[in-house]
């Protein structure tokens, strides 16, 4: 007699390997779960994220990725964005950017350089005097030969009648003034003025003392600075650049409304 061949039965299902994988599939999000219910959810920014998705404020002015059958049909004045006015560009306020304020700057800075230069011409002072423009305001230079002896501080009696003049310039405009001494790099010792920073602060104060005590200006105007030698016009080489460098520089400033530390 033939042996019966004995078939084995095959397993039907799902992998023995699916049952651990499953496991641990389910441990992850219990853990998942854990962390969730442990967290700490900020109410607050929670409604706010959920109130803006609610609104769809957002998205009222793109198109939906997702095509639509007729989407002409569909889309509604509010959703093309022609009825709403959350994202409305204030189209009625003027604009301004830095080019305009530049503009009116230069405007200002113009206007006061043309009244300095007529009184320059108008009273002779053109000699004694130069005048610049820069971006902190309009800048009169004025050489110390005519201003002081050499090595002090005290103010010519030659020089009182043009001071006056200058005096009489800063009272017909409102701009704070600020007035720099300046010296050469020839070293300076003295018992009153131990070195060229103490002389060209000196000189400055001087010249707003005269200026205020004469004309009646107010102080709180006026600016002191002394350099020294720190900012010459040309390098101390030659006694002509020595005699550039040593000067007294009264600052007429620009802008009125801002501090001295805010323009500076």
Same mark, same amino acid.
């Given at each position: 007699?033939?042996?019966?061949?004995?078939?084995?039965?095959?397993?039907?299902?799902?992998?023995?390997? %699916?049952?651990?994988?499953?496991?641990?599939?389910?441990?992850?999000?219990?853990?998942?779960?854990?962390?969730?219910?442990?967290?700490?959810?900020?109410?607050?920014?929670?409604?706010?994220?959920?109130?803006?998705?609610?609104?769809?404020?957002?998205?009222?002015?793109?198109?939906?990725?997702?095509? %639509?059958?007729?989407?002409? $049909?569909?889309?509604?004045?509010?959703?093309?964005?022609?009825?709403?006015?959350?994202?409305?560009?204030?189209?009625?306020?003027?604009?301004?950017?830095?080019?305009?304020?530049?503009?009116?700057?230069?405007?200002?800075?113009?206007?006061?350089?043309?009244?300095?230069?007529?009184?320059?011409?108008?009273?002779?002072?053109?000699?004694?005097?130069?005048?610049?423009?820069?971006?902190?305001?309009?800048?009169?230079?004025?050489?110390?030969?005519?201003?002081?002896?050499?090595?002090?501080?005290?103010?010519?009696?030659?020089? $009182?009648?043009?001071?006056?003049?200058?005096?009489?310039?800063?009272?017909?405009?409102?701009?704070?003034?600020?007035?720099?001494?300046?010296?050469?790099?020839?070293?300076?010792?003295?018992?009153?003025?131990?070195?060229?920073?103490?002389?060209?602060?000196?000189?400055?104060?001087?010249?707003?003392?005269?200026?205020?005590?004469?004309?009646?200006?107010?102080?709180?105007?006026?600016?002191?600075?002394?350099?020294?030698?720190?900012?010459?016009?040309?390098?101390?080489?030659?006694?002509?650049?020595?005699?550039?460098?040593?000067?007294?520089?009264?600052?007429?400033?620009?802008?009125?409304?801002?501090?001295?530390?805010?323009?500076?």
């Amino acid at each position: 007699m033939r042996r019966r061949v004995m078939k084995k039965a095959q397993d039907k299902g799902a992998p023995k390997w %699916m049952v651990t994988y499953s496991d641990m599939v389910t441990l992850i999000l219990v853990f998942f779960i854990l962390l969730f219910s442990m967290s700490q959810i900020d109410e607050v920014k929670f409604e706010a994220v959920s109130e803006s998705f609610r609104n769809r404020m957002i998205f009222d002015f793109y198109p939906s990725p997702v095509p %639509m059958e007729n989407p002409t $049909e569909n889309t509604s004045h509010e959703e093309s964005g022609e009825t709403s006015n959350q994202f409305e560009t204030p189209t009625d306020l003027p604009e301004r950017n830095d080019r305009d304020e530049t503009a009116e700057e230069e405007d200002t800075l113009g206007a006061l350089m043309s009244n300095v230069e007529q009184y320059l011409n108008e009273n002779n002072l053109n000699n004694v005097v130069s005048a610049s423009r820069t971006e902190q305001g309009v800048v009169l230079v004025l050489q110390d030969s005519i201003l002081f002896n050499s090595g002090e501080a005290v103010i010519l009696p030659s020089a $009182e009648e043009f001071l006056n003049r200058i005096g009489t310039l800063l009272g017909d405009i409102p701009n704070d003034v600020r007035v720099e001494g300046h010296t050469d790099s020839r070293p300076m010792s003295s018992f009153r003025y131990p070195s060229n920073w103490e002389l060209s602060g000196a000189r400055a104060g001087s010249v707003v003392r005269y200026l205020i005590e004469e004309n009646e200006l107010p102080e709180q105007r006026f600016r002191i600075v002394g350099y020294g030698e720190t900012e010459p016009l040309e390098s101390n080489t030659s006694a002509e650049n020595m005699s550039r460098n040593r000067r007294v520089e009264i600052v007429i400033m620009e802008d009125i409304s801002k501090s001295p530390e805010e323009r500076s």
